[in-house]
């Protein structure tokens, strides 16, 4: 093993692991990929780092500059971890007590600036105590990282994960490519938690080309579906949205049908198979992590024997244990 100039050339080629006392009684492989095994500690390093060079390479992001974000953890703290290692700063912009005392401590750790965002009385009503898509939260704090952006664009890059390319190329170059190497190409299906949609999209790109017949199962939580725009966030979306702040890959998601079908899965569901998963196969990982897996055994008792099951470990279980929720 070569020695590394960088822990950022550690992002990447995660193993993909297959589990044994979980499907114990079903004839179909499920196989997961660690994602939560890299660097920063989730699957987000990989667009991060992707994002911030590109945006180097554009001129859009200038020697110790300033990156700003939305995000309720994962996104957020991979852009601290690759800034740090670049020299640059990174100003996170996120919805006010959505903030976990885990991800503020990991965060912190990295030397990001934390500014949070009221998200209003009206909202913080109608999502109390649900599993909730962090786009739904994250509407108004992406509206604050465009403004500090457009204010200053020579010294601030909002990196904008929602909407930026990049994260779909992350995936559909890197993730997508591994799986299909470690498979060999024979992959029946992809499981996947929806989020800013760059992983689900990014990677059903590169298996779909290689294995045209793949089917894809999306996963959300039970009361926040992007995929299908339940009543409260459809209220949310159209009440506060701002150009230049949506969830474009979301759109192109469903503008491209490429999910054969949308599983929704409860925090009890999630937090059961996360307990299982480390408690039954040693894997370290977290709320989405076992949604991802809740899913995919069900898809696997519907799957012919000896079919193969791919799906994502996103990050680790360190983040979880201030707040149970299963947010995507």
Not at 32 to 48: F, H, M, Q, T
Not at 72 to 87: D, E, P, Q, R
Not at 184 to 197: E, H, Q, R, Y
Not at 241 to 261: A, L, T, Y
Request: aromatic share 6%; with cysteine.
């Amino acid at each position: 093993m070569k020695i590394m100039n960088s822990i950022l050339e550690a992002i990447g080629n995660t193993p993909l692991v297959r589990l044994n006392k979980i499907t114990s009684e079903i004839d179909a492989s499920i196989l997961v990929k660690c994602e939560y095994l890299n660097p920063s500690g989730s699957i987000k390093d990989r667009i991060a780092i992707r994002m911030i060079e590109q945006a180097q390479k554009d001129g859009k992001l200038k020697p110790g500059g300033t990156i700003t974000e939305s995000s309720t953890g994962n996104t957020a703290i991979a852009i601290s971890f690759v800034s740090s290692c670049k020299g640059l700063k990174a100003k996170m912009y996120m919805p006010k007590g959505w903030v976990s005392e885990d991800r503020r401590n990991i965060l912190e750790s990295y030397g990001a600036e934390i500014v949070e965002i009221e998200i209003g009385d009206e909202i913080k009503k109608e999502i109390t105590d649900k599993a909730v898509h962090g786009g739904v939260v994250e509407i108004l704090p992406r509206k604050k990282a465009l403004e500090q952006e457009e204010n200053d664009p020579l010294n601030n890059w909002f990196a904008r994960q929602a909407m930026n390319p990049e994260n779909i190329a992350a995936h559909r170059e890197s993730t997508g490519k591994e799986i299909l190497e470690q498979t060999n190409g024979d992959i029946d299906a992809f499981v996947c938690s929806v989020g800013t949609g760059g992983t689900l999209l990014g990677v059903s790109e590169c298996l779909k080309k290689a294995r045209p017949g793949i089917k894809v199962f999306a996963v959300e939580p039970v009361t926040a579906s992007l995929l299908k725009m339940a009543p409260q966030i459809k209220k949310y979306v159209k009440k506060y949205s701002i150009p230049g702040v949506e969830g474009w890959i979301v759109e192109e998601i469903i503008k491209r049908n490429i999910v054969d079908e949308i599983f929704l899965v409860s925090n009890e569901q999630a937090y059961t198979m996360m307990d299982k998963l480390c408690q039954e196969e040693g894997l370290f990982c977290g709320m989405s992590s076992g949604a991802n897996v809740h899913v995919a055994l069900e898809v696997a008792k519907r799957m012919k024997s000896g079919s193969k099951i791919v799906t994502i470990l996103p990050d680790n279980r360190y983040r979880y244990f201030s707040s149970k929720n299963y947010t995507t």
